[in-house]
């Protein structure tokens, strides 16, 4: 896939190592550093001014505990120091982090952010589902107070959030936060057979993590919307199919709305939607026909990112194209689960997936930081 970097990377001075991982990297932190910002410097290509870069990524910035992201960071471990590699390398102009711990002072977020040899000017993360306790018993066990019992899945409030950084201001009085829409009001969901109580289904939200419209404020004075979300993984349900319920309806929600079927205007063009929804075209578990219908519908255009890497780690079974896979798993084998997807109006110049083939530039880095890897595309800014 190549890994362009519209902006040189360069080094800047660190307290030391940090910690150590499981991957004993840590001794070789500024080597592999500085190796990074020279392999993105000989590969950077000077782009056009009106290019923009955006990227999502489940950096794997999620921890068993309040505070442990902050207090990894702080320390510079390998993974962070992983992430802000790749982040550095590629450079996208607008990043969205998914599965990253919110916290209330959005401390993690603004540490993380200093990490970068070009800090974004700009952050936008508040509070999502995931942890944020419903009062209710969702999972039927008896028990109250339990993770399955938040909004969204969550060892405690906020595990596993949402945050955009831009290097573009973030109109953030004009975001719309459907976050807190129920379930059941998703018109032509899946949610009455989900085997939810009464009084589950009453409190029950639909987004496990976040559903935003970020509008962007761009050079010309026009808005782009951002569409950013993160799913709840099919599995880890019954035979009621829960949870591949719910999966289905957070992205068939995008449907709805930019068919205008909610109860407020669908957002101008041109929008982007990206994130991690969870599913993957043809391998693995799931319902399919609305990310089918994102993918192929008249509303988006799929700039189908790939990667070396990817396509070297095929699984036997593969039923998909492997070189568009974006998630490097054991039991299901790797997926294609990440997406920015343009509206069909913007013009796409190229697009990519931070997977590299053993040995190449930014491997050990891609390796390190998350199984996750970072999908970027480039657009010609309207």
């Known amino acids: 896939m190549g890994l362009p970097s519209r902006k040189p990377v360069h080094a800047r001075h660190r307290a030391g190592a940090g910690g150590a991982n499981d991957r004993k990297q840590a001794a070789h932190l500024w080597g592999e550093r500085l190796l ?17 870069r955006v990227a999502t990524w489940d950096a794997g910035l999620s921890r068993r505990g309040p505070g442990l992201l902050l207090k990894d960071i702080r320390n510079d471990t ?46 936008f993360a508040p509070r999502p589902n995931s942890g944020w306790q419903s009062g209710a018993d969702l999972d039927g066990n008896g ?45 032509d969901g899946q949610s009455a ?3 939810l109580s009464p009084e589950a289904l009453s409190v029950q939200r639909l987004s496990s993590t976040a559903h935003w419209d970020v509008p962007l404020k761009l050079p010309s004075g026009a808005q782009l919307h951002l569409l950013a979300f993160a799913a709840t993984p099919p599995v880890f349900d019954g035979p009621e199919d829960r949870n591949g319920r719910r999966n289905r309806d957070e992205s068939a929600f995008w449907l709805r709305y930019l068919d ?35 993918l192929n519908g008249p509303h988006l255009q799929d700039p189908q990112p790939r990667s070396d890497g990817a396509t070297q780690a095929a699984d036997p079974a593969h039923q998909g194209d492997p070189g568009l896979d974006t998630a490097d798993y054991d039991g ?43 999908v970027w595309v480039d657009i010609a800014l309207p």
């Open 36 to 52: 990074a910002g020279l392999i993105a410097a000989f590969l950077a290509l000077p782009a056009a001014a009106e290019s923009l």
């Open 78 to 123: 390998a993974q962070v120091a992983a992430v802000s590699r790749i982040v550095d390398a590629i450079a996208p102009d607008v990043l969205l982090l998914t599965g990253i711990d919110w916290d209330h002072d959005g401390q993690a977020l603004a540490a993380l952010n200093e990490t970068f040899a070009q800090p974004y000017p700009h952050l």
């Open 143 to 187: 028990k109250l107070g339990e993770a399955r019992d938040g909004h969204g899945y969550g060892r405690f409030p906020g595990q596993g959030g949402l945050a955009l950084l831009s290097r573009y201001p973030i109109e953030a009085d004009r975001t719309r936060d459907f976050s807190k829409m129920l379930w059941k009001d998703l018109p």
């Open 193 to 195: 057979g989900a085997d």
């Open 260 to 294: 205008g079927e909610l109860d407020v205007l669908p957002p101008e063009a041109p929008v982007i939607l990206l994130g991690d929804a969870n599913l993957d075209p043809k391998d693995g578990e799931g319902r399919r026909d609305a990310l089918d219908l994102l």
């Open 332 to 374: 299901p084998g790797n997926l294609r689960l990440d997406y920015v997807l343009p509206s069909t109006d913007l013009r796409v110049t190229g697009a990519g997936v931070v997977w590299p083939k053993p040995g190449a530039p930014l491997a050990k880095a891609a390796e390190a930081a998350s199984r996750h890897k970072m």
